[in-house]
């Protein structure tokens, strides 16, 4: 990013993500209700973030057209206790978005998890909160009086300039560590599912994409030090996008699983459509050809056994049809009782595997 105005840059970039993270949410809600599922306290922690980003981005904009991505000697002096402004309540809105969009992901696993890993989440959930929570009330209270954390040219005293710093770039390490832990977890919970492996990995793959969120914390981490360049209006930019990067690659990862969970389902109804059109067909076929088999006889009795390998369901439908004078009785005499009985197994979708889906 060498040009001189960064500002272009800047919106292009924030808008585009705070987009593409909303429609991946819109889908993931859309996709709950369709399935007729309720929404959970995940849904929406992860729709107040998405707010929180378009908050900071809408912010962002009012930045740059005052100077932001501009030098600082090209920027009207006049416009710098309004950036000032502006910044501290683009940051916080940006720290709540990042906080809250993590807190979402946590309280979708512990839906997945038991006994001491539970604890262990809401560990994450409630320091992440509170870390974070510090970082967006030390922008406000660093100096006396608040006026001077916005205005640099009003009378007061502040902290140490390294202090706050310092201690963002903590917090945000913290939740970029944090991210990656929630992006490794579901390899320990899927792993252990009754489950083709195959179907292990594309699932854990899926709630892992939360990685490249952490990715995008470590990377806002480092610029964090840039705040205290003279030159802020310019060298800030990196910070802006990172920071609005990490809120919103964190709510894609977290619609993503669901998604998946959409399109799994939707080939599962068009398999077991064109089974049931197929087998129509074929019914249809054998009455038409007037051949007797032992699936056309409309005088046996059938028994249809529907076996599933966790919650189970049994469907047993018997024909009352049956006819004691049987032509092949009467034929020969020596056939006392002819039942001929279908049996048809279907395989669902194991308990777990269940479980997984439901929580997502």
Request: net charge positive; aromatic share 12%; proline share 4%.
């Amino acid at each position: 990013m060498d040009e001189e105005n960064r500002g272009p840059r800047i919106l292009i970039t924030v808008w585009t993500l705070t987009g593409l993270s909303g429609v991946l949410l819109a889908v993931r809600l859309a996709c709950k209700l369709w399935a007729k599922r309720r929404l959970w306290w995940d849904d929406y922690v992860l729709a107040l973030s998405w707010f929180m980003l378009v908050g900071s981005i809408i912010l962002v904009t009012l930045s740059v057209s005052l100077g932001l991505g501009k030098h600082t000697y090209l920027v009207p002096p006049q416009n710098f206790g309004t950036l000032g402004l502006i910044g501290n309540l683009t940051g916080t809105f940006s720290i709540l978005a990042a906080t809250w969009s993590k807190t979402s992901f946590a309280l979708t696993l512990l839906r997945l998890m038991q006994g001491r890993m539970q604890y262990f989440l809401w560990f994450i959930i409630v320091t992440i909160n509170i870390f974070m929570g510090l970082n967006a009330v030390f922008m406000w209270i660093r100096c006396a009086p608040v006026q001077k954390t916005w205005n640099p040219f009003a009378y007061g005293t502040c902290w140490d300039p390294e202090v706050y710093p310092n201690y963002g770039m903590f917090a945000a390490g913290y939740s970029a560590a944090m991210e990656f832990i929630l992006a490794l977890l579901p390899w320990k919970i899927i792993w252990g599912l009754q489950m083709k492996r195959k179907e292990k990995v594309g699932v854990a793959l899926a709630m892992s994409m939360g990685i490249f969120g952490g990715v995008t914390a470590v990377m806002k981490t480092i610029e964090i030090p840039l705040l205290a360049n003279p030159d802020f209006t310019y060298v800030s930019a990196p910070l802006v996008i990172w920071g609005a990067a990490e809120s919103g690659v964190t709510i894609m990862a977290a619609s993503i699983p669901v998604l998946r969970t959409l399109f799994r389902d939707l080939n599962t109804i068009s398999r077991k459509y064109y089974k049931d059109s197929s087998g129509s067909r074929t019914a249809t076929m054998t009455q038409r050809s007037g051949v007797m088999s032992r699936y056309g006889d409309p005088n046996a009795n059938t028994v249809i056994v529907s076996a599933a390998m966790g919650p189970y369901t049994e469907d047993v439908m018997t024909s009352s049809s049956w006819s004691e004078k049987s032509p092949m009785r009467e034929s020969h005499g020596q056939i006392m009782q002819s039942t001929e009985v279908m049996v048809a197994v279907e395989y669902r979708k194991g308990e777990e595997r269940e479980g997984v889906a439901r929580a997502l």
